[in-house]
């Protein structure tokens, strides 16, 4: 009849075979398939314990140093109890602007949540090596405009949010509630933005009415292109039925719906108005972006070094929201292979996608505005003597 033996067992049966039968070491460590260390160590265990020393043990060690200590546990999920939407990347952020030390790690942080029930376990997103985002480069380039309904009052009453973010670093432009997004509110709520940041050298919008008369049944300019023409901004439309393209914008109003409208409900415009400002002050100041390396917007955003033209803002009120197409007149230029053009003895960039094209040069004012076919392309301050631009003109007009 054949028994099984425990390992202790077995281990006795060797210390036995070394101690009593006075079999070598080298001898029973091949019997059993170990190494000499181990028959040493088991003969070391018996004397020191006796059998029961010859059990299998915690491989626990008894000290963890890198383990989150119970105090900054408890912070952790009293943060998240305060702020249920926050993730771990947000909390951990938190603890290192709190000056917790040792700062636990982002994985530690999504394992004490996951031990107290406050995330469901999900499976492993994609690394981001797997996407490819875009971004331009620097701020200021490309801003990204877009509309945000089913926003509501206490009373039911239904308002929209005109939003407006740069490219670059998320940074909130612009964030105004309206009854009612028409051309001249939305045209308004840009303007604004536009006198207290300055001019980006493109916006993307989608293809709504109150952005452009694309797809509307009059043709002519809107009022948000004309804004657009006469301060030298590229107004750029995503294809029909891709809000991906302006996939940040859309992303700003998730977060706004999940930390903000979600939460809290205004007895009148002004007071929502009041509170929305705070908000995106503080997303813009404070509250740190993973897709920018935990960086806020604000550490991201930079006004541009040198000071660009003032924004041409003519009174809206008078102003229809539709406009007839105006090509502007100007001196045609040809642009070199640089992407720049040569005007009244001075270099102005265009562009280099438009080597060998012809352009037109328009100044207005201190602003020299260049356009393609009619669009406008770059607005630059004017750097060249007017004296030099009076001779150019006068010989226009011969």
């Not at 299998?56 to 999920?77: F, G, I, N, W």
């Not at 206490?154 to 929209?160: C, K, P, W, Y």
């Not at 930390?259 to 404070?286: C, G, M, W």
């Not at 720049?340 to 996608?353: E, M, Q």
């Amino acid at each position: 009849m054949l028994v099984e033996l425990t390992v202790t067992e077995q281990r006795y049966d060797a210390v036995k075979e070394v101690i009593a039968d006075g079999l070598t070491v080298t001898e029973v460590a091949e019997r059993y398939g170990v190494a000499r260390q181990t028959v040493h160590k088991w003969i070391r265990l018996y004397q020191e314990g006796g059998l029961g020393w010859l059990a299998d043990r915690s491989h626990r060690p008894k000290t963890c140093p890198h383990q989150m200590p119970a105090e900054v546990e408890a912070r952790v999920l009293e943060l998240r109890r305060i702020h249920p939407e926050w993730g771990p990347a947000r909390l951990r952020y938190t603890l290192r602007r709190e000056g917790v030390q040792p700062l636990p790690g982002r994985s530690s942080i999504y394992r004490a949540l996951l031990r107290q029930g406050l995330i469901e376990p999900r499976h492993r997103r994609r690394t981001k090596a797997d996407y490819r985002r875009w971004e331009r480069p620097s701020p200021m380039e490309l801003w990204q405009l877009d509309v945000m309904g089913r926003v509501f009052l206490s009373d039911g009453t239904e308002l929209e949010v005109l939003t407006a973010i740069d490219d670059h670093s998320r940074f909130c432009v612009a964030a105004r509630l309206t009854p009612r997004a028409t051309a001249r509110r939305v045209c308004d709520a840009f303007t604004e933005a536009l006198r207290r940041y300055g001019l980006p050298e493109e916006v993307l919008t989608d293809n709504g009415k109150v952005f452009t008369a694309r797809y509307g049944s009059l043709q002519g300019e809107t009022l948000f292109d004309r804004i657009c023409r006469e301060n030298g901004i590229t107004h750029i439309l995503t294809g029909v039925r891709s809000p991906t393209t302006t996939g940040k914008v859309e992303r700003f109003h998730k977060t706004l719906r999940d930390e903000f409208f979600s939460k809290h409900t205004f007895p009148t415009i002004e007071e929502a108005q009041e509170a929305l400002d705070r908000h995106v002050e503080e997303y813009n100041a404070f509250r740190p972006h993973q897709s920018l390396g935990e960086r806020t917007p604000a550490e991201r955003f930079r006004l541009r070094a040198t000071e660009g033209p003032e924004p041409i803002l003519r009174d809206l009120e008078e102003t229809p929201d539709l406009i007839g197409e105006a090509i502007p007149d100007g001196h045609l230029r040809k642009v070199d292979g640089n992407g720049r053009i040569f005007f009244a003895g001075t270099r102005y960039r265009v562009r280099r996608a438009l080597a060998g094209e012809l352009v037109s040069v328009r100044v207005d004012r201190d602003i020299v505005r260049i356009f393609h076919q009619g669009a406008p392309v770059k607005a630059h301050p004017r750097r060249h003597l007017k004296e030099k631009e009076e001779v150019i003109w006068s010989h226009h007009r011969r």
